[in-house]
């Protein structure tokens, strides 16, 4: 006796759902294999950026444009009225870094809490596709601790004369994080806190401490 063959009947909408299916595997294994460190790169310059416009933000927040030279540098003249000392205000100072620390921490707490999506296509350095593509979630969650300097920097302005800057550098490493792959990058920018010209020459005598705050 002869057994008849056994046909299984599949509808066509869960052939379309299964090939679907094994398309979607099949780009997921491309990507994470030979596409993920570009796709890392994008990230990484997305987040590096996203963190140096909350840390300027966060700096320029505590930093008011009514902020005095005079506050921060004192300086001394002789009875010429030619310069002759220049010391730092470390009170002042440090009292800036702490509170710019302190803000910049707050900002990347919250930028941690956001995700921003980035196309595939731009991932993959397409401008016709730049906006095209599955999106990939990007996480940035800040590492480590925030060092905030206090730097300066003495500029030629003219004839006999120098621009003095004090600025802040602010560091900082944060950690990308995309589907199944993350790195770590380091994020330092510096902003400008207030400036000065020295008509003359530049004291032989500047009392500058090491000052910055890490946190």
Known sequence: MRRRPIYIYIKPRLVKAMVAFVVLLFLFILVERNLRETIL??????????????????????????????????????????????????????????????????????????RFNIPLGQALGSKLLASSGPLLRVTIVPVGTVQVKVLDDFEEAGINQTKHRLLLNVKTRVRIVIPLASSEAVVETQIPVTETVIVGEVPQTYIKLNLGTSK
């Open 41 to 114: 790169t994008v990230a990484n310059a997305k987040a590096i950026q996203a963190a140096t416009e909350t840390i300027n933000l966060a700096v320029t927040s505590k930093i008011v444009d009514s902020v005095d030279y005079r506050e921060l540098i004192h300086t001394v003249q002789d009875s010429s009225g030619r310069l002759v000392l220049m010391q730092a205000n470390t009170v002042k100072l440090n009292k800036i870094s702490s509170d710019v620390t302190l803000e910049v921490q707050k900002g990347l707490r919250e930028l941690g809490n956001e």
